[in-house]
């Protein structure tokens, strides 16, 4: 038993002809946390129960924290989620209904990370949203999910934030014999933290983050998956957020299924793949799903990027300003 389940790959008629190619999606919004965090989460708090740890504490008003909190009251271990001043009421009600305490300290993620750090005990132990080595392990049992639901494919695309996902993928693809199998590895503009290691051969702390893909903020990138892209064939693309929001337009309209930007980022990748992967025709998706999207803020957003798109054509302006009403 684990605590994440196995989730459908399905076959995305709209997005194979739109591409001309064969689109699989690996539906991981499907998770009882809403996000394929669980995978690698659940696998490491399982551990941490194993070896012991009486409470959980975490620091994330996102996925991490919301997949902590799942975890903890599955195992029956107290969960801690320190969380920024910036998160949501929505965010926070969540983490709640899990029966996790949330301790809301600090402007940024940074300070509140270094609050939790500083009030681990005995007994506690601390989850990482994206750097640690079993939260990989975890999260690469995706990949031997998809080996056991279809053949071979030509490409894997995932989204990239701190890197824990990107891991996740190059390990599995490891563990199952398709090490050779490349990975399109797709961030937004505004949260472009790998493209800027990769160009510096190191992890670099981005100065500022600026995207609607709030789960691709992380400002500094694992230094392991910098590694893995001199072992693996993962190439970086970049993809704006009016395009990473349409990325979850198509998932809602098409197939039904709410997701942040985080994840529409993967899908909009989807367009791209002439220019990187001219030659691969079966092309697995991970669609990391995610709950901090409602569907009248996703909305809200398309109609903003669609406004300003006919604004922009108009006045050949090359600037788009999200509204503070519409960030989050
Ligand atoms: C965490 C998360 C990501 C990014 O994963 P990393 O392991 O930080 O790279 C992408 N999408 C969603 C929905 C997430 O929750």
């Known amino acids: 038993m684990t605590l994440h389940i196995e989730t459908p790959l399905l076959e995305s008629r ?43 504490v975490a620091a994330s008003g996102g996925n991490a924290g919301y997949a902590v909190a ?8 107290p969960v801690t989620v320190v969380v920024p001043q910036t998160t ?35 007994g506690d132990a601390y989850l ?12 690469a049992t995706m990949i031997e999910e998809v080996a056991r639901q279809t053949e071979r494919p030509d490409l894997l695309v995932c989204s990239v934030g701190g890197g ?5 993928v190059v390990e599995g693809l490891r563990r199952v014999g398709w090490s050779d199998i490349p990975v399109l590895a797709v961030e937004t503009d505004g949260a472009s933290s790998f493209h800027e290691a990769l160009k510096a051969g190191a992890p670099v ?18 230094a392991r998956i910098v590694t893995l892209a001199k072992e693996h064939p993962i190439r970086n693309c970049l ?3 009016a395009e990473a929001i349409q990325g979850s337009v198509t998932l809602l309209e098409e197939h039904r299924l709410l997701t942040e930007p985080a994840c529409g980022a993967s899908v909009a990748a989807l367009v791209r793949i002439p220019e ?7 092309i697995v998706v991970i669609a990391c799903g995610g709950v901090g999207t409602t569907s009248q803020q996703l909305l809200e957003w398309s109609d903003f990027y669609r406004l300003e798109g006919e604004q922009v054509a108009a006045s050949h302006s090359d600037e788009v300003h999200l509204p503070e009403s519409l960030q989050r």
Do not use: M
Not at 32 to 48: I, T
Not at 276 to 282: D, G, H, K, L, T
């Open 14 to 56: 709209a997005l194979s002809l739109k591409t001309g190619r064969t689109v699989l999606l690996k539906l991981e919004g499907l998770q009882p946390s809403g996000s394929f965090k669980l995978r690698g989460v659940g696998f490491a708090c399982e551990e941490h129960k194993r070896r012991g740890a009486r409470r959980f």
């Open 70 to 77: 799942y975890a903890g009251r599955e195992l029956g271990i």
């Open 88 to 122: 949501s009421e929505r965010a926070k009600a969540l983490i709640r209904g899990e029966e996790a305490d949330v301790v809301v300290h600090g402007a940024s993620f940074a300070e509140s990370n270094a609050y939790a750090l500083s009030t681990l005990g005995d």
């Open 128 to 139: 990482h949203a994206f750097d640690d080595p079993l939260l990989w392990e975890g999260h």
């Open 164 to 168: 824990g996902l990107l891991a996740g």
């Open 205 to 222: 702390a981005l100065t500022k983050i600026q995207s609607v893909a709030t789960s691709l903020g992380a400002n500094k990138v694992a």
């Open 239 to 241: 993809v704006t957020d």
């Open 276 to 282: 990187y992967f001219p030659e691969a025709q079966r």
